[in-house]
């Protein structure tokens, strides 16, 4: 059975930073995708990372900002998020391809 914790959420300040990690169990090597979403809205893609961790892909709107990498001894993905803005104020969560069940996902506040 395919799991997937995501963990690291918090408050940060507008310009701050905060990591965001995702423990997989359940399967190995998979491509990682992380998305967020806001109340009343759909569910967003952020960014992506395939299985060697060579291959990555961002949003437009976090491109140069948040950094997406793996940890395959670790079973865990992170998302690093530098320059926080207060539209980055959501719930992540991390899924592989194809999707699994979503996770209760980690709750990013940027405010000052």
């Known amino acids: 059975q395919v799991r997937l914790v995501e963990s690291g959420g918090g408050s940060a300040q507008p310009g701050g930073s905060l990591r965001l990690s995702c423990l997989i169990s359940g399967v190995t090597f998979s491509a990682i995708r992380w998305y967020r979403q806001v109340p009343g809205k759909e569910r967003e893609f952020v960014a992506a990372?395939?299985?060697?961790?060579?291959?990555?892909s961002y949003a437009d709107s976090v491109k140069g900002r948040f950094t997406i990498s793996r940890d395959n001894a670790k079973n865990t993905v992170y998302l690093q998020m530098k320059n926080l803005k207060p539209e980055d104020t959501a719930v992540y969560y991390c899924n592989k391809i194809p999707l699994e069940p979503w996770g209760q996902g980690t709750q990013v506040i940027v405010s000052s």
């Open positions: 990372i395939g299985s060697g961790g060579i291959g990555t």
